[in-house]
């Protein structure tokens, strides 16, 4: 951002509001991107990464980004679906015959969480596993057979609930498709093409080696804020662990959005979303797309993106079309696993920044 005055101002304001966030939350730190105009405006390590707030945060620092992956997952099977290999409306088994699905589970139901299949984050077996061997998860044909032995609740197509086991399905039909693993899939079709060096999928403990550090007090009996970067096994991500930093999660982003990853009429799909039977503080009409949680009564336009959260870390990445008459890319990944921070710290920077701008005219 140079010496320019005006420059320096916003960034003082942009760190100053997730400084104070982070405060509130308890959390060491965050490592957030704003994108205006498809130009960078902020990236920031702010805060640490550790609790004794001994080493500043990198931006560069690579973290566990969970569900925003599912916008991942998305362009790539819409990818595939561009490259007439994936049939949005034909059903899963069609991809993934060996599955005892309902016919009328399809591959939008899947993206948009309509399939009726439920989730194992609801089940107290997962938790209990969790919690008494973070090292040990289930496998994929576990995650499988628990979950959807539980039945679908609700016909596919007349209700929404959200399923990561949906999106378990996706990533399996991915490989089935494409003959790769999941990581050499995303790499393909989404990493290399934008030049992302640090963004990978991890499939073993040594693989998260270089994650910051992540602190969560859901893991230990004491109840106190622990470390669990090391400890927690990539595998209890049903849907595939994606690592990566706040700039290269802001330039997926923004690559959807600009064209560069779908034809208009895929990012149209994505944006086509169905309402969500649920509220949200930051969120005026909770709506879900293909891959993306949308706000269908944003003052911003249709704003869109993702939070992701887990042991560790609570990450956040949204677009928003109309800011102050700018468009933004916000990222934020924080190192604790409070609920919600991401989202707030993402959606933060975007209204510091809107009202920066409102004022400077």
Do not use: Q
């Not at 704003?303 to 560790?312: L, Q």
């Amino acid at each position: 951002m140079g010496t320019n005055p005006g420059a320096e101002s916003l960034r003082s304001t942009l760190t100053g509001v997730v400084a104070g966030l982070l405060d509130r939350a308890g959390a060491p730190g965050a490592a957030v991107v704003l994108i205006r105009d498809g130009a960078l405006v902020l990236a920031e390590g702010i805060g640490s990464c550790d609790l004794g707030r001994t080493r500043p945060l990198d931006p560069d620092a690579r973290f566990s980004v969970y569900s925003v992956a599912k916008i991942v997952l998305a362009v790539v099977a819409l990818r595939l679906v561009e490259a007439g290999r994936l049939d949005l409306d034909s059903p899963i088994r069609a991809v993934l015959p060996e599955l005892p699905l309902d016919r009328t589970v399809t591959v939008r139901r899947l993206l948009n969480h309509t399939s009726g299949l439920p989730d194992y984050t609801t089940m107290p077996e997962y938790h209990r596993d969790l919690r008494a061997d973070p090292g040990a998860p289930w496998t994929t044909d576990e995650f499988l057979a628990r979950t959807l032995s539980l039945g679908l609740l609700f016909p596919p197509g007349d209700g929404w609930a959200y399923s990561n086991v949906g999106f378990l399905l996706i990533g399996r039909a991915i490989e089935r498709v494409t003959r790769r693993r999941l990581g050499a899939a995303l790499r393909d079709l989404v990493f290399a093409p934008l030049g992302l060096r640090r963004t990978t999928v991890a499939e073993t403990l040594d693989d998260t080696r270089d994650l910051t550090p992540g602190y969560s007090d859901g893991l230990d009996r004491d109840g106190g804020l622990h470390d669990i970067a090391r400890r927690y096994h990539p595998g209890w991500v049903a849907h595939g662990l994606v690592l990566s930093t706040a700039p290269e999660v802001a330039r997926v982003l923004d690559a959807v959005f600009d064209g560069r990853l779908l034809g208009s009429d895929l990012v149209s799909a994505m944006l086509d979303a169905v309402a969500v039977p649920e509220t949200h503080e930051l969120i005026a009409k909770p709506g879900y797309g293909l891959g993306l949680m949308v706000d269908l009564g944003s003052p911003h336009g249709l704003v869109a993106g993702h939070g992701g959260e887990g042991p560790g870390y609570s990450t956040a990445a949204f677009h928003f079309p109309d800011a102050g008459g700018h468009r933004l890319t916000s990222v934020a990944l924080t190192n604790r696993d409070a609920h919600d921070l991401g989202v707030r710290v993402a959606f933060a920077l975007a209204t510091a920044h809107a009202e920066a701008n409102r004022m400077s005219r």
